[in-house]
Every structure is written in C-alpha cells, then in structure tokens.
C-alpha cells in the first residue's frame, strides 16, 4: 500500500499545484484522472522522488520514499509520458544499456533478463529493428520493459496513451494491467476510458486537490437517477447552461446531446440514463469548479 498524507507543492511562481493530498493506493492499477494542469504530473515526479514536496509524507509499506530516495529509486519503475530512445539502436541494444545503468552487472544475467522483458512486453519478433522506426505503442511497450528492470514494487506511468491509436492503447493497457497483479500501478491520465477499462481503484484530482478516492463503480452508483439526457437544439445550449448544471455535451448528427446532473427530470422531454464514469468525472470537477471571484 502507497499512502500519502498531507503532500503539498507551490511552484516559485506562485502556483499551488498541489494541496495537502491525502491518498491510499493499494496494490493493482490505480488510476489518476485529471484535466490538464490538476497536478497529475507534479504529483508522479514527487512519488518518483524527482522533486521535492513543501510537506507531506509518502510511504510504501515500511520505506519512506521521501527520506530514502535511494533507496525508493531502487524498487520503482517510472514510465514517462513518451519515453525518448536513441533512434539507430535495437530494442535488445537499449534494454541491455539500460540494465547496465540499473546496476545488472552480469553479462549472462542481463541476456536473460533482457529477451525475458521483449518477450513480455511483445517485442520480442522486432528486437533487432532500429527504435526509429518503432511506432508510438511499441515506443511506449518498451519503456514498460525499462521500468520492470530490477522487479519494480512501485510502477508509475505519467500519461503513457496520450498520442496511441485505439488498438497501441488496448494493448498497452492490458499489459500494464497483467504487471499489476503483484505490485502498485499508477497510470496517470486524462482519459475517462483509460480508467474506466482497468482501474479497480482511481482518484479525481483537480487544481491539486483530490476530488474523489475509491472504485469507480460506487461512484456511478451514487449518482443512479440523477443524470438526465436530452438533444437541445445549439441555439438554445446558452439558456440550458444558464439554468442546468450540464456535465457534457456531445454534438450528435450537428445536435447537442445534453448530460445534465439533477435530482429530478428538468422537464418532461430529459430522459434518464444510466451514468458513467465519465458522468462521475465531469459531476467531480464541476462541484469543485473555480470560484468566478478567485479567477481575477
Ligand atoms: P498535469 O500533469 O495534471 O497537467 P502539472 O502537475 O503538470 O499538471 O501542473 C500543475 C500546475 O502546476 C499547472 O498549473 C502547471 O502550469 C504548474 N506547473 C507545473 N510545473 C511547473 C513548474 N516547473 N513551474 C511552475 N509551474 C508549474
């Protein structure tokens, strides 16, 4: 179990990106949702132990990550959002060079760990191609290789989909997934689906704040028989947003359709619709939305 306590950063310049956040991360893949600027990444490099936090305490089991960074540098693997390779290396090249750096010393150690790693993240038929020619899933694949060098127990990705096409995501994903049965993912994304796939446990966090904590499910749970659906025509989606509060707006066939957040149908032409995490998202991030007086 990860837990977090009272984790707080405001940068030189005046931005607090993130606010006293209090999180419990188990084991298996949580998801971290938040639009862009929430403090997703701020708070992924301060578990990596890349920057430093004002206060707050971070603890995995027994080790405490802020206080024994090296130590916590060992056990971690960290996936960036896009993991930059030399070009005119092979696969197995990098993954050898990488596991020198990560201290496997041994010449026949490193062998088997290496075509071990291809062969798990799926590379294992385009080992000798040049990594310039690798797509942005099989890029992505083998940075999940990387960060499994020296068995892991902590596997951050910081938005590791941003920029994959539907099937690289799919795939991507569930290996992530298949690694997290023993050890802590956190998979960082703005992506309602990436959560809504795979994540038993995720967090809501907006302007550094957590919004939600829990299983996603329970969520959509608390929000049954409160979210209505209509097609309004687009002149009118003004004089909904004035009086409504409207969680999304999807044009279909040139039309609004209208997800709107309440206890009763707003008028008899809204029907019901069974919510979604993307409801749960968007329901989170409007009950916190800025104060129009704090904006300036
Ligand atoms: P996310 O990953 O969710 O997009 P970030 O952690 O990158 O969020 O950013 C959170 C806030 O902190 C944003 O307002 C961003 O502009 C600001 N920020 C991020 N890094 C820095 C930095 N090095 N210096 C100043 N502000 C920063």
Redesign the pocket.
């Known amino acids: 179990m990860l837990t977090i306590r009272h984790l707080s950063?405001t940068?030189?310049?005046g931005?607090?990106?993130?606010r006293d956040i209090d999180l419990d991360i188990p084991r298996g893949m949580f998801g971290l949702l938040?639009?862009?600027?929430?403090?997703?990444?701020?708070?992924?490099?301060t578990i990596a132990t890349l920057?430093p936090p004002d206060r707050g305490s971070i603890q995995l089991d027994e080790l405490d990550l802020l206080r024994q960074p090296q130590l916590t540098r060992r056990i971690l693997g960290y996936l960036p959002q896009e993991f930059g390779v030399y070009p005119r290396m092979s696969a197995t090249a990098m993954l050898d060079h990488l596991a020198v750096l990560k201290g496997v010393t041994s010449r026949g150690e490193r062998r088997e760990l290496v075509d071990h790693l291809l062969h798990q993240v799926n590379l294992w038929d385009v080992r000798h191609r040049k990594l310039g020619g690798f797509s942005g899933g099989m890029r992505q694949r083998l940075g999940i290789a990387q960060a499994l060098i020296g068995q892991p127990r902590l596997i951050i990705a910081?938005?590791p989909t941003a920029g994959l096409d539907p099937e690289e995501r799919h795939r991507f994903l569930n290996l992530l997934a298949d690694i997290s049965e023993r050890i802590v993912v956190i998979l960082?994304t703005?992506i309602v689906q990436d959560v809504t796939d795979l994540c038993p446990q995720m967090a809501i966090?907006g302007q550094?704040q957590v919004l939600f904590s829990g299983r996603p499910k329970e969520a959509i749970e608390q929000l049954q028989g409160k979210v209505w659906r209509r097609q309004v025509p687009k002149e009118q989606l003004d004089a909904y947003r004035a009086r409504l509060t409207i969680l999304s707006t999807r044009l279909i066939a040139g039309q609004p359709l209208l997800h709107v957040l309440a206890d009763q149908a707003p008028d008899d032409r809204f029907e019901a619709v069974q919510p979604d995490l993307e409801d749960v998202y968007f329901g989170r991030l409007w009950a916190h939305r800025p104060d129009p007086a704090d904006r300036g």
């Open positions: 950063k940068y030189p310049d931005t607090r990106a993130l938040g639009p862009n600027g929430a403090g997703k990444s701020t708070l992924m490099r920057q910081d938005e960082s703005h966090i550094g």
